[in-house]
């Protein structure tokens, strides 16, 4: 199976979340500057979550491919093993 290169990627996540802040530390350790969604400031990022996934939980990586679809991750060691193959 051949990956889709993202078009966009966006993090769902909240500041004092322990596997949220693993996730951003592998962003700066591979200089991956992609939009991080803070749930806990705005609602709105939330309700986006929840409507996607029917959960709440974070860290969550938002995965637009090229053609449109898009794809939710959740587990911070798979939304760093995927960051690792981009």
Same mark, same amino acid.
């Given at each position: 199976?051949?990956?889709?290169? $993202? +078009?966009? #990627?966006? #993090?769902?996540?909240?500041? *004092?979340? $322990?596997?949220?802040? =693993?996730? &951003?530390?592998?962003?700066? =350790?591979?200089?991956?500057? !992609?939009?991080? =969604?803070?749930?806990? +400031?705005? =609602? &709105?990022?939330?309700?986006? #979550?929840?409507?996607?996934?029917?959960?709440?939980?974070? $860290?969550?990586? &938002? !995965?637009?491919? *090229?053609?449109?679809?898009?794809?939710?991750?959740?587990? *911070?060691?798979?939304? !760093? +093993?995927? #960051?690792?193959?981009?």
């Amino acid at each position: 199976m051949t990956a889709t290169k $993202p +078009r966009h #990627l966006a #993090l769902y996540q909240f500041a *004092s979340c $322990p596997f949220c802040v =693993r996730v &951003r530390d592998a962003l700066c =350790r591979l200089g991956l500057d !992609i939009e991080i =969604r803070d749930t806990a +400031r705005d =609602r &709105r990022y939330q309700n986006e #979550l929840v409507t996607a996934t029917g959960k709440t939980m974070v $860290p969550c990586l &938002r !995965i637009e491919a *090229s053609a449109g679809d898009v794809q939710w991750m959740h587990e *911070s060691a798979d939304i !760093i +093993r995927y #960051l690792e193959q981009i």
